[in-house]
């Protein structure tokens, strides 16, 4: 049985590698190889909820078999990622915190709360909102992105 409590990017790189090393298979994870696997397996993922319309969350009419596919294939997007990270030499639990600081700073409390809205119209709100109040934040989400 799998011991999954706790487990970290740290853990599931560091098995990754070893399970690559131990078949030989450094030689084919190549990054340009490990994104095609990882497209691949988010087409895995969406071919599990193809067909269905919208699914309510918790997946409350699914069978257990069809949780456990979901999983599955969860993970090969998980494992090709992380994998990919660590060939590439980025620490994907540092630049995911950090991305999550960017978006923080992106998409402030203030400006996005209930709204689906994408940065550009937000931004342009934001702009419409300093035009009237000069004490607006919205210069720290106008980074051109
Ligand atoms: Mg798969």
Redesign the pocket.
Known sequence: MVEAEGVTLEELRKRMAEFARERDWDQFHSPRNLLLALV??VG??SEVFQWKGEVPRGLPDWKEEEKEHLG??LS?VLLYLVRLADICGVDLGKAALRKMELNAIKYPVKLCKGSSEKHAEINDHGTAAAAADSSSTTNIIDDGV
């Open positions: 691949g397996e895995e993922l599955e294939e090969d």
